[in-house]
């Protein structure tokens, strides 16, 4: 069965501080995807990154990093020099890949509340 | 904003009533998933269609059913609605295999 656990309820930072969100998650797959999704205030899921499993290289983009350890089962994701726009809950989530029969279907953590105060 | 739409935004009905949630994926998207956030259970998944079939079901209550229309739009019922049905409801589609899902904003669905 697979399972992502978000250990951290809540990060509060002051801006232009890094935060660091940890991600581990259990799965009997070889192949499968990992996700975060960012949940603003308002509600809505926004997706920020999707990494297979077989790419384990480090990712940047813009203020935002992730590194993949498939060693110990990690996925964490770092803001660097936050800003009250981060604000939010931080969702990391796992997902078998085709051809399994769930394929598609994200399993979730429960999520990383985020509060960047100015 | 991105592409998923789901309307309404807001329903707020009694219990023992019955509604319809509505999700129009992203132009070309075949895959419609749907997902439920309340406070206890978090993000959980409910079901899922591709290209107008069945393809993989969560914890979804009998009272719920959904399907998916030759246009690729989707609706999720929910009938002899409860309490603890209240929650923000989600649809999501993604194109085909392996590719990732972008999320609507959510109806919010409120129960009294």
């Known amino acids: 069965a697979q399972k992502v656990t978000q250990a951290q309820t809540e990060i509060s930072v002051v801006e232009k501080e890094d935060v660091t969100l940890d991600c581990v998650y259990e799965?009997?797959?070889?192949?499968?995807?990992l996700f975060w999704y960012k949940q603003p205030p308002s509600g809505e899921l926004v997706f920020l990154i999707r990494?297979?499993?077989?790419?384990?290289q480090n990712e940047i983009s813009g203020r935002y990093s992730w590194n993949f350890q498939k060693s110990t089962s990690s996925f964490n994701f770092t803001i660097t020099a936050s800003q009250v726009v981060d604000s939010a809950v931080y969702f990391c989530?796992?997902?078998?890949?085709?051809?399994?029969?769930?394929?598609?279907?994200?399993?979730f953590g429960a999520g990383t509340q985020v509060v960047v105060t100015p | 904003d991105s592409g998923v739409t789901q309307t309404p935004k807001h329903l707020i009905t009694a219990t023992g009533q019955r509604v319809t949630l509505r999700c129009s994926p992203r132009?070309?998207?075949?895959?419609v998933y749907w997902y439920q956030q309340s406070l206890d259970q978090g993000l959980q998944f409910l079901i899922q269609y591709y290209n107008g079939e069945e393809r993989a079901k969560g914890n979804i209550l009998e009272r719920f059913s959904a399907q998916q229309f030759p246009d690729l739009h989707s609706e999720l019922n929910l009938s002899s609605l409860e309490l603890g049905d209240s929650a923000l409801y989600f649809c999501?589609?993604?194109?085909?295999?392996?590719?990732?899902?972008?999320f609507g904003q959510g109806t919010r669905l409120t129960v009294v």
């Open positions: 999501a589609s993604s194109a085909t295999v392996n590719t990732e899902a972008f």
């Open positions: 799965t009997r797959d070889t192949t499968y995807y």
């Open positions: 132009s070309g998207d075949l895959s």
């Open positions: 989530a796992l997902s078998e890949a085709y051809p399994s029969d769930s394929w598609g279907k994200l399993q």
């Open positions: 990494r297979n499993s077989f790419d384990e």
